[in-house]
Protein backbone atom coordinates (compact mmCIF):
# COMPACT_ATOMS: atom_id res chain seq x y z
CA UNK A 1 0.00 0.00 0.00
CA UNK A 2 1.12 3.55 0.23
CA UNK A 3 3.46 4.64 2.43
CA UNK A 4 3.22 8.36 3.33
CA UNK A 5 6.41 9.91 5.52
CA UNK A 6 6.36 13.23 7.06
CA UNK A 7 8.68 15.52 8.48
CA UNK A 8 9.57 17.03 10.96
CA UNK A 9 6.91 15.63 13.28
CA UNK A 10 7.21 18.69 15.39
CA UNK A 11 8.07 22.14 14.32
CA UNK A 12 8.65 25.49 16.51
CA UNK A 13 8.49 28.89 14.61
CA UNK A 14 8.04 32.27 16.22
CA UNK A 15 4.92 34.41 15.04
CA UNK A 16 5.31 36.25 11.79
CA UNK A 17 8.13 33.45 10.55
CA UNK A 18 7.25 30.41 7.82
CA UNK A 19 6.46 27.22 8.01
CA UNK A 20 7.20 24.41 6.00
CA UNK A 21 6.21 20.51 6.53
CA UNK A 22 7.56 17.79 3.85
CA UNK A 23 5.43 14.75 2.96
CA UNK A 24 7.03 11.77 0.90
CA UNK A 25 4.82 9.08 -0.87
CA UNK A 26 5.64 5.85 -2.89
CA UNK A 27 3.00 5.41 -5.41
CA UNK A 28 3.82 7.11 -8.44
CA UNK A 29 -0.41 6.71 -9.25
CA UNK A 30 -0.88 9.12 -6.76
CA UNK A 31 -3.07 12.15 -7.95
CA UNK A 32 -4.54 14.13 -5.21
CA UNK A 33 -2.92 15.45 -1.97
CA UNK A 34 -5.19 17.22 0.57
CA UNK A 35 -3.15 19.03 3.42
CA UNK A 36 -5.83 18.85 6.78
CA UNK A 37 -5.27 20.56 10.58
CA UNK A 38 -6.42 19.34 13.34
CA UNK A 39 -6.86 21.29 16.78
CA UNK A 40 -7.03 19.30 19.97
CA UNK A 41 -10.01 17.45 20.51
CA UNK A 42 -11.29 18.09 16.95
CA UNK A 43 -11.54 16.22 13.61
CA UNK A 44 -8.89 16.92 10.49
CA UNK A 45 -10.24 20.16 8.62
CA UNK A 46 -8.95 20.45 5.03
CA UNK A 47 -6.67 23.69 4.72
CA UNK A 48 -5.68 23.38 0.82
CA UNK A 49 -5.28 20.44 -1.43
CA UNK A 50 -3.61 20.08 -4.74
CA UNK A 51 -4.16 17.38 -7.72
CA UNK A 52 -1.34 16.07 -9.94
CA UNK A 53 -1.85 18.37 -12.76
CA UNK A 54 -0.49 21.34 -10.55
CA UNK A 55 2.71 22.50 -9.23
CA UNK A 56 1.55 24.68 -7.05
CA UNK A 57 -1.27 26.00 -5.31
CA UNK A 58 -1.63 29.30 -3.15
CA UNK A 59 -4.60 30.29 -0.75
CA UNK A 60 -3.41 33.75 1.00
CA UNK A 61 -0.86 32.34 3.57
CA UNK A 62 -1.08 29.06 2.41
CA UNK A 63 0.79 27.31 -0.37
CA UNK A 64 1.32 23.66 -1.32
CA UNK A 65 3.94 22.37 -3.93
CA UNK A 66 4.18 19.12 -5.46
CA UNK A 67 7.32 17.37 -7.21
CA UNK A 68 5.58 14.45 -8.63
CA UNK A 69 9.37 13.32 -10.26
CA UNK A 70 11.01 13.34 -6.55
CA UNK A 71 7.24 12.25 -5.16
CA UNK A 72 7.09 14.61 -2.47
CA UNK A 73 5.05 17.82 -1.93
CA UNK A 74 5.03 20.35 0.66
CA UNK A 75 2.96 22.89 2.82
CA UNK A 76 4.10 26.52 3.72
CA UNK A 77 2.40 28.62 5.95
CA UNK A 78 3.96 32.29 5.77
CA UNK A 79 3.45 34.97 8.33
CA UNK A 80 2.69 32.46 10.86
CA UNK A 81 -0.04 33.46 13.74
CA UNK A 82 -0.59 31.63 17.26
CA UNK A 83 -3.21 30.66 16.04
CA UNK A 84 -1.90 28.34 13.31
CA UNK A 85 -0.34 26.19 16.62
CA UNK A 86 -2.64 22.78 15.47
CA UNK A 87 -1.30 19.06 14.25
CA UNK A 88 -1.17 19.69 10.68
CA UNK A 89 -1.80 16.30 8.26
CA UNK A 90 -0.83 15.54 4.72
CA UNK A 91 -2.58 13.16 3.23
CA UNK A 92 -2.26 11.42 -0.32
CA UNK A 93 -4.71 8.73 -2.63
CA UNK A 94 -4.89 7.62 -6.04
CA UNK A 95 -7.59 6.85 -8.60
CA UNK A 96 -6.68 2.94 -7.83
CA UNK A 97 -7.97 3.63 -3.75
CA UNK A 98 -11.48 2.36 -3.88
CA UNK A 99 -13.17 5.16 -2.90
CA UNK A 100 -10.48 7.61 -2.82
CA UNK A 101 -9.56 6.44 0.64
CA UNK A 102 -7.13 8.77 2.15
CA UNK A 103 -3.90 7.67 3.52
CA UNK A 104 -2.16 10.39 6.18
CA UNK A 105 0.92 10.91 7.07
CA UNK A 106 2.01 10.61 10.78
CA UNK A 107 1.60 14.37 11.50
CA UNK A 108 3.73 17.97 12.30
CA UNK A 109 2.69 19.53 15.49
CA UNK A 110 3.18 23.13 14.94
CA UNK A 111 4.13 25.52 17.69
CA UNK A 112 3.62 29.29 16.90
CA UNK A 113 5.12 31.52 19.40
CA UNK A 114 4.33 35.19 20.00
CA UNK B 1 -24.04 23.77 10.63
CA UNK B 2 -24.25 21.85 7.89
CA UNK B 3 -21.13 19.88 8.33
CA UNK B 4 -20.24 16.85 9.56
CA UNK B 5 -21.73 15.46 12.83
CA UNK B 6 -20.51 12.69 14.95
CA UNK B 7 -22.52 11.00 18.50
CA UNK B 8 -21.99 10.97 21.18
CA UNK B 9 -18.37 12.89 21.23
CA UNK B 10 -16.85 10.96 24.36
CA UNK B 11 -17.87 7.17 24.80
CA UNK B 12 -16.57 5.00 27.88
CA UNK B 13 -17.33 1.48 28.42
CA UNK B 14 -16.19 -1.46 29.94
CA UNK B 15 -14.33 -4.14 28.17
CA UNK B 16 -16.91 -6.97 26.38
CA UNK B 17 -19.31 -4.51 25.82
CA UNK B 18 -20.83 -3.14 22.52
CA UNK B 19 -21.03 0.19 20.81
CA UNK B 20 -22.58 2.47 18.58
CA UNK B 21 -21.60 5.37 16.58
CA UNK B 22 -24.11 7.74 14.60
CA UNK B 23 -22.30 10.25 11.63
CA UNK B 24 -24.55 12.44 10.18
CA UNK B 25 -23.03 13.56 6.77
CA UNK B 26 -22.84 16.98 4.81
CA UNK B 27 -26.13 16.47 3.44
CA UNK B 28 -25.71 16.39 -0.51
CA UNK B 29 -22.72 13.89 -0.02
CA UNK B 30 -23.27 10.84 -1.60
CA UNK B 31 -19.99 9.41 -0.10
CA UNK B 32 -19.14 8.66 3.99
CA UNK B 33 -15.55 7.23 5.08
CA UNK B 34 -15.08 6.10 8.43
CA UNK B 35 -11.65 6.39 9.89
CA UNK B 36 -9.95 5.43 12.80
CA UNK B 37 -7.45 7.59 14.60
CA UNK B 38 -4.91 6.81 17.83
CA UNK B 39 -3.19 9.25 19.80
CA UNK B 40 -0.03 10.51 17.73
CA UNK B 41 -0.89 8.76 14.57
CA UNK B 42 -2.72 10.29 11.34
CA UNK B 43 -6.21 8.78 10.76
CA UNK B 44 -6.20 5.52 9.19
CA UNK B 45 -9.24 4.30 6.72
CA UNK B 46 -11.91 1.41 7.81
CA UNK B 47 -14.48 1.59 5.52
CA UNK B 48 -16.65 3.50 3.07
CA UNK B 49 -19.86 4.01 1.77
CA UNK B 50 -21.11 5.09 -1.98
CA UNK B 51 -25.13 6.20 -1.01
CA UNK B 52 -26.32 2.41 0.96
CA UNK B 53 -23.71 0.66 -0.42
CA UNK B 54 -20.67 -0.71 1.40
CA UNK B 55 -18.09 -0.46 -1.19
CA UNK B 56 -14.68 -1.01 0.77
CA UNK B 57 -13.28 -2.32 4.18
CA UNK B 58 -10.04 -2.53 5.70
CA UNK B 59 -8.13 -5.20 6.93
CA UNK B 60 -8.25 -3.10 9.77
CA UNK B 61 -11.83 -3.80 10.25
CA UNK B 62 -12.29 -6.94 12.08
CA UNK B 63 -15.27 -9.24 12.37
CA UNK B 64 -16.15 -7.63 15.34
CA UNK B 65 -17.17 -3.95 13.46
CA UNK B 66 -19.57 -3.59 11.37
CA UNK B 67 -21.12 -0.33 9.56
CA UNK B 68 -24.28 0.70 7.98
CA UNK B 69 -26.00 3.52 5.85
CA UNK B 70 -29.58 1.84 5.19
CA UNK B 71 -30.79 4.82 3.44
CA UNK B 72 -27.62 6.23 2.21
CA UNK B 73 -28.00 9.14 4.49
CA UNK B 74 -26.76 8.82 8.26
CA UNK B 75 -24.44 5.95 9.06
CA UNK B 76 -23.39 3.87 11.81
CA UNK B 77 -20.46 1.89 13.35
CA UNK B 78 -20.97 -0.50 15.83
CA UNK B 79 -18.23 -2.73 17.51
CA UNK B 80 -18.93 -5.65 19.37
CA UNK B 81 -17.01 -7.09 22.33
CA UNK B 82 -15.02 -4.34 22.41
CA UNK B 83 -11.11 -4.46 23.36
CA UNK B 84 -8.56 -2.63 25.04
CA UNK B 85 -6.94 -1.79 21.74
CA UNK B 86 -10.58 -0.53 20.34
CA UNK B 87 -9.74 2.76 22.37
CA UNK B 88 -9.29 5.05 19.31
CA UNK B 89 -11.11 8.57 17.96
CA UNK B 90 -13.69 7.02 15.62
CA UNK B 91 -13.82 9.79 12.73
CA UNK B 92 -16.05 10.23 9.60
CA UNK B 93 -15.98 11.93 6.59
CA UNK B 94 -18.21 12.57 3.15
CA UNK B 95 -17.55 13.60 0.17
CA UNK B 96 -19.54 14.04 -2.86
CA UNK B 97 -19.16 11.71 -6.00
CA UNK B 98 -19.58 13.60 -9.16
CA UNK B 99 -21.14 12.77 -12.66
CA UNK B 100 -17.46 12.96 -13.79
CA UNK B 101 -15.83 9.28 -13.97
CA UNK B 102 -12.68 9.26 -11.68
CA UNK B 103 -13.38 12.73 -9.78
CA UNK B 104 -11.60 13.10 -6.36
CA UNK B 105 -13.83 15.35 -4.44
CA UNK B 106 -12.41 16.49 -1.02
CA UNK B 107 -13.30 14.86 1.98
CA UNK B 108 -14.54 16.32 5.01
CA UNK B 109 -14.46 15.28 8.80
CA UNK B 110 -16.21 15.10 11.91
CA UNK B 111 -15.05 16.05 15.37
CA UNK B 112 -14.99 12.39 16.08
CA UNK B 113 -16.29 9.87 18.28
CA UNK B 114 -13.76 9.54 21.22
CA UNK B 115 -13.94 5.71 22.70
CA UNK B 116 -12.24 4.76 26.05
CA UNK B 117 -12.68 0.93 27.00
CA UNK B 118 -11.95 0.20 30.77
Known amino acids: GENVEQHPSTLSVQEGDSAVIKCTYS??????FPWYKQELGKGPQLIID?????GEKKDQRIAVTLNKTAKHFSLHITETQPEDSAVYFC?????????????FGKGTSLLVTP | DTGVSQNPRHKITKRGQNVTFRCDPISEHNRLYWYRQTLGQGPEFLTYFQNEAQLEKSRLLSDRFSAERPKGSFSTLEIQRTEQGDSAMYLC????????????????FGDGTRLSIL
Open chain 1, 91 to 103: AVTTNSNSGYALN
Open chain 2, 93 to 108: ASSFRGKVPLSNQPQH
Open chain 1, 27 to 32: DSASNY
Open chain 1, 50 to 54: IRSNV
